[in-house]
């Protein structure tokens, strides 16, 4: 089973100026703490990029629902985020980081699709169940709200079970596809290929259901590395 998710302290009203009874959103100082709080959690090597201040913007004023900004930035509060561009241009660390403003209820666990391949070669077809239409996270005996975030979507591969051969990931995303339809739950994940790519690797079917679940976010195409 998934772990739980575990509750992370929600930062932006500490990070916010509070004039007149309101908080103010605090873009430079959110952008010092996410760069503080990333040499906490990767190392004294990471950093913040110029480049990426404008795409760490919509990441942000989604997590804390500000409407308004959103609207300006074309990002639907209603939909999961898809966050795309090349290897190591630091998706999975700004998903991770990103996650502490949200609100708890909306905090969610990161789990790699790799990984999700995997326990469908051991365990078969319960695994679609466990992170589609099954997937519930707890702590404290209290039901969460049943988002995810599948990490590096497409990397993975179509794995067999008893010699049945299943695009694992293809399966979840129809069945979380009827969960934000049904339930209005939200799905995010991460990825490296393009919207073509996705097609070829899980059919027009599924890319047509993105669409609907997720907001398009996205690096430069010639983003940089930010492993080396």
């Given amino acids: 089973m998934p772990k739980p998710i575990k509750i992370i ?31 906490r959690a990767f190392g004294s090597h990471f950093k913040i990029f110029k480049e990426d201040h404008d795409l760490i913007l919509k990441l942000l004023v989604y997590a804390i629902e500000d409407e ?8 639907k509060l209603h939909k999961g985020i898809l966050l795309t561009g090349p290897i190591g ?3 999975t660390s700004l998903m991770k980081l990103v996650n502490y403003f949200f609100q708890p209820l909306k905090q969610y666990p990161i789990k790699s699709s790799r990984e999700i391949s995997f ?3 051991k365990e078969g077809h319960k695994v679609i169940q466990r992170y589609g239409n099954g997937f519930v996270h707890s702590m404290g005996g209290r039901l969460r709200s049943g988002i995810i975030c599948f990490d590096d979507l497409g990397v993975e591969q179509s794995q067999k079970y008893y010699g049945n ?8 995303l129809l ?5 934000f339809i049904q339930r209005k739950i939200l799905t995010h994940a991460t990825t490296n290929l393009s919207a073509s790519e996705l097609e070829s690797m899980y059919g027009n079917r599924v890319r ?14 010639n983003a940089r590395d930010k492993r080396i």
């Fill in 119 to 121: 326990e469908f070669e």
């Fill in 68 to 75: 308004k900004t959103c609207l300006g930035k074309s990002i």
């Fill in 89 to 91: 241009c630091g998706k």
């Fill in 175 to 179: 069945s979380r596809y009827d969960l």
């Fill in 9 to 39: 302290p929600n930062p932006y009203k500490e990070l916010a100026d509070l004039k007149d009874g309101v908080y103010n959103f605090n873009f430079p100082t959110c952008l010092k703490w996410l760069e503080n709080q990333g040499k």
């Fill in 165 to 172: 051969e299943c695009n694992v990931m293809a399966e979840i």
């Fill in 208 to 221: 047509s259901r993105l669409r609907e679940m997720f907001n398009l976010v996205a690096f430069d195409k």
